[in-house]
């Protein structure tokens, strides 16, 4: 797991150059293959299951959802990066964020730490039930009031809507 989320890291710097000047002892880290690697203060590697035949990568990503959850407040999220691809979504974020904490996705930061030549198993590397998620512009009912914010010329977003059901077969 150190060396997936490692590269999942390095891939959100290669989305988001911004971030080699937003946190430059990190991309030092990773560039160096230090065998610790520290997230900013603040900041939290997440995880969740993918679900459904769509994959999508970005170098920065924000958006509310119009309204707001059961206490009142915006549900949204500001992102440094986002890897959504079977079986899995991250995202590069503020350990505080609404849409991803409502969701229930992992913190797995600590993983950066792992060994990247030893194997973990899933069930042991993360100890917390992982939520089935999509990102809210294909979500169902959150597309069609998700307000999407972006930096044109910045934020990269490649996305496919409909993997092909060989790709996503041999994902299994």
């Known amino acids: 797991m150190g060396a997936v989320a490692r590269v999942i890291l390095i891939g959100m710097f290669a989305l988001n150059p911004r971030l080699r000047v937003l946190f430059t002892t990190l991309a030092d880290s990773l560039v160096t293959e230090a065998p610790e690697i520290d997230l900013p203060p603040n900041v939290s590697l997440r995880l969740a299951l993918l679900r459904g035949p769509s994959a999508r990568i970005g170098g920065g990503d924000s958006g509310q959802l119009i309204g707001q959850d059961y206490r009142g407040e915006p549900l949204g999220f500001v992102t440094f990066g986002g890897v959504y691809f079977p079986p899995f979504a991250w995202h590069l974020a503020s350990d505080k964020c609404a849409l991803l904490d409502h969701e229930g996705w992992a913190d797995v930061s600590h993983w950066l730490n792992f060994d990247s030549m030893s194997e973990q198993r899933l069930a042991t590397a993360c100890d ?45």
């Open 128 to 172: 917390l039930t992982l939520p089935f998620v999509t990102h809210p512009m294909q979500h169902p009912t959150h597309k069609k009031s998700w307000l999407m914010l972006y930096a044109a010329g910045i934020t990269e977003i490649v996305e496919s809507t409909d993997l092909p059901r060989s790709l996503l077969s041999r994902l299994r």
